[in-house]
C-alpha cells in the first residue's frame, strides 16, 4: 500500500478513476487518463506489488508536468474506494495469433474476483471493460455485479477502437483528415466485426449510394481493421497506446456528462431479432451513468444477419459458462 507515499496536491478536480490491471494495456490507459487531465485522482490495482510501485513513482515523478493529481496505489482494493469510474484491463495477455475468444476462460476466473470487490469499495462507480475478449467480459462482469446493479453501468471499450481504425484507414485511402470521416464498426470487438457502410460519411456527403455494394477497396480497409491489433502484436509483443487513448476518450465522456455517442458494447438482447443475453457493439449515448441508451441504426437485411451470426458465435462460446456465474 502506497498511501503514505501517495501524492495528495491540491486538487481541482474531484473525479476519481480506478484502473485495475497494471499491464501495457493499463500503463497506456493511465497514461491517456493522466495527460488529458481527466481526474483529480487516479488509483492503480495490481496483483504485482513490487512493479506496482515502480509505476507509481514513476507516474507520480512527473507530477510536474501536468495538472494537481493525486496518485494511490495498492495490491487491496481499498485504494479505490468512492470511485467514479472503474476501468478494468486486467487479464491474461492475449498470444500472437490468438482469437480474443480463446481468452475467455482464462480471464472469466480473474474477473470474478475483481467484480465483488470494486463494488465493496465503489457501489456506484460506473464500470468500464477493457479486458479481452471485450464483449464476453462485459457480459460476465454485468452479470456477477448481480440485477439490482443499473443497466448500463457496466459496459466494454467495445469498437470504438476499430472504428477510429475504420474512420482512419478511410481518410487515408482519400488523402483527408481522419476527423472528416465518420462511420461505425458495430459487433465483435474482434474477429467479426461488422462494417456498417451505410453508416460511412465524408463530410455530410455518404460514401456508398443507397444498394451500392462496397468495393474491393474498401473491403480490404475493413479487413486492415480486423487485422490491425493482431500486426501490432507481431511486431511489439502487445498493443497498449491506442486502447489506451480510446479508452480516455470514453473516460471522459463518462466523468464530464457528455452523452457522446459511440460505439460500445452493451447487452443487445431484443436488437436485431438477437434472443440471447449477449453484449455486443452499437452505437450508445454516454453518460456518467454509462451508456444512457442505445442509438439503432437502420442496417440492411444482410448486416442484420450478420449481427446475429455474430451475435450466435459470442453466445456459443459464453454459454459453458454462463449458468456457473
Not at 481526474?39 to 504485482?48: E, F, H, K, P, R
Not at 480474443?100 to 456506484?124: C, D, T
Not at 443507397?210 to 477497396?217: I, L, S
Not at 444482410?302 to 459453458?320: D, G, H, L, Y
Amino acid at each position: 500500500y502506497l498511501g503514505a507515499e501517495a501524492i495528495a496536491m491540491t486538487n481541482f478536480n474531484s473525479n476519481k478513476v480506478t484502473v485495475v490491471g497494471m499491464g501495457q494495456v493499463g500503463l497506456g490507459c493511465v497514461s491517456a487518463i493522466l495527460n488529458q487531465d481527466i481526474c483529480g485522482t487516479i488509483a492503480l490495482v495490481d496483483i504485482n506489488k513490487e512493479k506496482l510501485q515502480g509505476e507509481a513513482k514513476d507516474f507520480q515523478q512527473g507530477g510536474a508536468f501536468h495538472q494537481t493529481t493525486t496518485f494511490l496505489a495498492s495490491d487491496q482494493y481499498d485504494v479505490s474506494e468512492d470511485s467514479d469510474l472503474v476501468i478494468i484491463t486486467a487479464g491474461v495477455a492475449q498470444k500472437p495469433g490468438e482469437s480474443r475468444l480463446s481468452l475467455v476462460e482464462r480471464n472469466a476466473n480473474i474477473l470474478k474476483n475483481i467484480i465483488p470487490e470494486v463494488l465493496k469499495y465503489s457501489p456506484e462507480a460506473t464500470i468500464l471493460i477493457v479486458s479481452n475478449p471485450c464483449d464476453i467480459m462485459t457480459a460476465i462482469a454485468a452479470k456477477l455485479a448481480g440485477p439490482d446493479f443499473p443497466q448500463g453501468k457496466v459496459f466494454g471499450a467495445g469498437t470504438t477502437l476499430d472504428s477510429s481504425r475504420f474512420q482512419m484507414l478511410i481518410a487515408s485511402s482519400m488523402d483527408l483528415d481522419p476527423q472528416s470521416v465518420h462511420g461505425y464498426i458495430i459487433g465483435e470487438h474482434g474477429d467479426s466485426s461488422i462494417p456498417v457502410w451505410s453508416s460511412v460519411r465524408i463530410g455530410a456527403l455518404p460514401l456508398l449510394d443507397p444498394g451500392e455494394e462496397p468495393c474491393d477497396t474498401l473491403k480490404a480497409i475493413h479487413k486492415a481493421v480486423v487485422d490491425s491489433a493482431m500486426d501490432v502484436i507481431k511486431l511489439k509483443g502487445y498493443t497498449n497506446w491506442a486502447i489506451g487513448m480510446s479508452t480516455a476518450y470514453l473516460a471522459k465522456a463518462i466523468l464530464n456528462d457528455t452523452r457522446l455517442i459511440s460505439p460500445v458494447s452493451t447487452c443487445v438482447r431484443g436488437l436485431y431479432g438477437v434472443e440471447d443475453d449477449v453484449f455486443l457493439s452499437v452505437p450508445c449515448s454516454i453518460s456518467t451513468n454509462g451508456v444512457q441508451r442505445v442509438a439503432v441504426l437502420p442496417l440492411t437485411a444482410e448486416e442484420e444477419e450478420t449481427f446475429r451470426r455474430c451475435a450466435k458465435s459470442i453466445w456459443e462460446v459464453q454459454k459453458p459458462i454462463w449458468d456457473s456465474l
